[in-house]
């Protein structure tokens, strides 16, 4: 019995040992695919170099951080920084990723558009002021209201004046003296007339134009009519006041065709001149565009707003062009020469200095500084720094410029430090020589402090 349980407890135990070397062999290929996956996955992430500030600043970390407005810092990968100095490499996924986009440096004439804000005034020359020579009241006023409108010959007040029924009065008595003295008495009638011509020219300058003599029931009274089609726009008295020779009675404005007075600022002014076609837009008309001229462009600069005037004659046959209306004008300047252009959001402006990033080739970017000619509204002209047909950025070109400040930065900084390690090493080398000698002699001196003495004894 004991030598069965003998065998059987062998028998037992190599069963055992058999399962598990099976069990062993049998988990072994299903872990080495899981250790090579985990290594294959490791592999293919890209390694982080360091993480950089968001805002382009040249401050970078190690490790993940925050700025002070609380913005993550962005991952550098291996294959993102510049291989070459002055330039930018980004991954394609990180182009499609930013929205880069390109577009070619062509050649092409710019036509500068010149766009200012302007408002419509009255023409200067179709204004009138009715403004009596002589002393007088206003017995009748026709043209009673501000605004209203007046035809040509329209009577705008009746005037009387004591002086004009003097006036009137000698002319009369001359003319008749001079008819009745012709025959009989022709020194007096010579007389006569000389009376009547000079009331006569009295009487003539005292009148405005459009102003017609009243009849013989009432010699002393004058009817102003207007002298063209217009507008009332002052009106100072009231019928029964009383004028003197020179006041201003009433303020006549034709506005069949109007100014329209731009400020254009004095850096765009050269691009102007006269007789250039010109468009008026206003909020008040929408839609509706006036097209005239430039009509004179006025030499003084307003010292307030460093800006010129430009004045605009548009007709205003329909009056809806009202004087103080506000609007914009846009003004067609002188055609450049060819010239390489590119659209002017290519342009990165730092304030100091103008850079457009051309691309290289494929990822690969070159911040350069150009120098800007006449610009339009979507475009400008290089005039130094880029040649036709090259590829600059057009959009995102902000993130790139702040990335390649923060690689020249960053080349500064480790450019840097290797100076001042080689520093370090040199002077730490040359006082580990100073010492190594003065060690060296002091040695000497220990090994044999009366070498000295016996060279003097031997001398004796």
Partial sequence: MNTKNRLAFAVIVLLALGAGAWIGRSSTPDSMPLESAAEAATKSEPKILYYRNPMGLPDTSPVPKKDSMGMDYIPVFDGEAPTEPGTV?????????????????????????VRASASVEIDETRQFVIAPRFDGWIERLHANQTGMAVRRGQALMTLYSPELLAAQEEYRIADEAARRLE??????AKAMIQL?????????????AGARLGGSD???????TAPMDAIVIDKPVVEGDRFEAGQTVLRLADLSTVWVMA??????????????????????LPGASRQGQIEFIYPMVAMESRTVGVRLVLPNPDGQLRPGVYGEVTLQGRPDDDAVVVPRSAIVDSGTRQVVLVQISDGRYEPRTVRLG???SDKVAVLEGLTEGESVV????????????????????????????????????????????????????????????TGHGEER
């Fill in 218 to 224: 009432s010699p002393a009274r004058l009817s102003i």
């Fill in 183 to 188: 025959v009989s008495d022709p020194a007096s």
């Fill in 89 to 113: 490499v980004l991954p394609p996924e990180k182009v499609q990723r930013l929205g880069v986009r390109t577009e070619l440096a062509r050649r092409e004439r710019l036509t500068a558009v």
């Fill in 196 to 208: 009547r011509d000079a009331a006569r020219v009295r009487l003539r300058n005292w009148q405005v």
């Fill in 374 to 376: 006449r610009r339009t």
């Fill in 394 to 453: 057009v959009s995102a070109n902000f993130l790139i410029d702040a990335e390649s400040n923060l690689s020249s930065a960053l080349r500064g900084l480790t450019t840097g430090e290797t100076n001042d390690t080689r520093d370090a090493d040199h002077d730490d080398g040359m006082q580990s020589s100073e010492h190594e000698a003065h060690d060296a002699r002091n040695e000497d001196t220990m090994a044999d402090p009366h070498a000295g003495h």
């Fill in 263 to 284: 400020q254009v600022p004095v850096t765009q002014a050269s691009e102007l001149e006269v007789g250039q076609a010109a468009a008026f837009e206003t909020p008040a």
